[in-house]
């Protein structure tokens, strides 16, 4: 009895997304673009966007790139996760002292529900946006690559 395609995609997805953590997190931070030295800390944006490169690329679907605010003790945080496939996959959030996972992978999320302005600003995939670090990503995740198969 085979399982049913949608929990493959799930466990998949949840590999991928484990993968890039395991990859990000074991890359030298002095060679890491500015906005990933201290992964995960301050990194949700650029792990985002690489993360979404490497679902497209395994084919795993359609994800898109979302960030949230919220106000904390009289101060602003923002965060940024990606979601697809009815899920959300977030590999930074245990940069965050709320006890979160250094992988999250599901379909609902009482912690991500606490960010308001939440904002789906576009494709979770650096090669399809524009902007001057994007050089940096793309060194980056061709290094980090053959770690992802």
């Known amino acids: 009895m085979s ?7 799930v466990d998949q ?7 890039v953590r ?19 800390r301050g990194a949700c944006g650029d792990a985002c966007l690489i993360l979404g490169a490497a679902l497209q690329d395994r084919e795993l679907g359609d994800f898109r790139y979302v960030c949230g605010l919220t106000d904390k003790n009289g101060s602003n945080e923002s965060h940024a996760w990606v979601i697809g496939e009815g899920l959300i996959i977030d590999i930074t959030a245990d940069q965050f002292a709320d006890g979160m996972p250094a992988v999250f992978v599901g379909s609902a999320s009482k912690w991500h529900d606490r960010w308001t302005e939440v904002v789906e600003t576009g494709p979770a995939d650096y090669r399809k946006w524009k902007g001057h670090t994007l050089y940096e990503l793309d060194q980056l995740y ?8």
């Not at 399982?3 to 995609?9: D, I, T, W």
């Not at 395991?22 to 995960?40: D, T």
């Not at 061709?142 to 770690?147: N, V």
Request: glycine share 4%.
């Open 142 to 149: 061709e290094a980090i690559k053959p770690q992802l198969v």
């Open 22 to 40: 395991a990859a990000l997190q074991g890359f030298n931070p002095e060679y890491l673009p500015i906005g990933l030295k201290s992964f995960p």
């Open 3 to 9: 399982l049913p395609e949608s929990v493959a995609s």
């Open 13 to 19: 997805i949840r590999e991928c997304a484990a993968r």
